[in-house]
T-cell receptor
Framework: SAVISQKPSRDICQRGTSLTIQCQVD?????MFWYRQQPGQSLTLIAT?????????ESGFVIDKFPISRPNLTFSTLTVSNMSPEDSSIYLC???????????FGPGTRLLVL | GIQVEQSPPDLILQEGANSTLRCNFS?????LQWFHQNPWGQLINLFY?????KQNGRLSATTVATERYSLLYISSSQTTDSGVYFC??????????WGAGTKLIIKP
């Protein structure tokens, strides 16, 4: 299993600003995943973050808008840049558990952009 | 790409009732997982079930990989079962493809 924490848990931001979300895992993991969940919708994968290499972004997501850092095997950050109201979502990080092939999720960051 | 369809989209039940949620997927997958998202947004993995049947308390799941579907059974529903149930299938590199979810409301 894995225990994941995220900061902040929620935030209200003005359009045009940027917010950095932190994700901390209680064990070393190879891959970390960042998801977006828009209101009332399912989850959409933004990118996969591996330690020591650049993140791999899914179609429709670009590094300039969602830069990701992965400085070590227990930590990652996602920045939502130049925010607009359309970025209002829950942002979740997840990891694959070591040895049990399930994915574990952080509590999410609820972002509202005004 | 792989399509994942869940049914029903919404379900309202009285406490104590049983329910069956379905997940269909369009192609062979490496594995399938069921998640529960509670009303506060926390996602909890319920089952990792690429095939066969598993049970955990009042919940059980069955995946028939050859027919490309999975079922989640909830027996004797409680109000704490309310939330959204997601099915997600895994393609390469541990990336999950998600269904749209089933929103379950259990009334006291």
């Amino acid at each position: 299993s894995a225990v994941i924490s995220q900061k902040p848990s929620r935030d209200i931001c003005q359009r045009g600003t940027s917010l950095t979300i932190q994700c901390q895992v209680d064990s070393q993991v190879t891959m970390m995943f960042w998801y977006r969940q828009q209101p009332g919708q399912s989850l959409t994968l933004i990118a996969t973050a591996n330690q020591g290499s650049e993140a791999t972004y899914e179609s429709g997501f670009v590094i300039d808008k969602f830069p990701i850092s992965r400085p070590n095997l227990t930590f990652s950050t996602l920045t939502v840049s130049n925010m607009s109201p359309e970025d209002s979502s829950i942002y979740l990080c997840s990891v694959e558990g070591s040895g049990d092939e399930t994915q574990y999720f952080g509590p999410g960051t609820r972002l509202l952009v005004l | 790409g792989i399509q994942v369809e869940q049914s029903p989209p919404d379900l309202i039940l009285q406490e104590g009732a049983n329910s069956t949620l379905r997940c269909n997927f369009s192609d062979s997958v490496n594995n399938l997982q069921w998640f529960h998202q509670n009303p506060w947004g926390q996602l909890i993995n319920l089952f990792y079930i690429p095939s066969g049947t598993k049970q955990n308390g009042r919940l059980s799941a069955t995946t028939v990989a050859t027919e490309r579907y999975s079922l989640l059974y909830i027996s004797s529903s409680q109000t704490t079962d309310s939330g959204v149930y997601f099915c997600a299938v895994e393609r390469d590199n541990y990336q999950l493809i998600w269904g749209a979810g089933t929103k379950l409301i259990i009334k006291p």
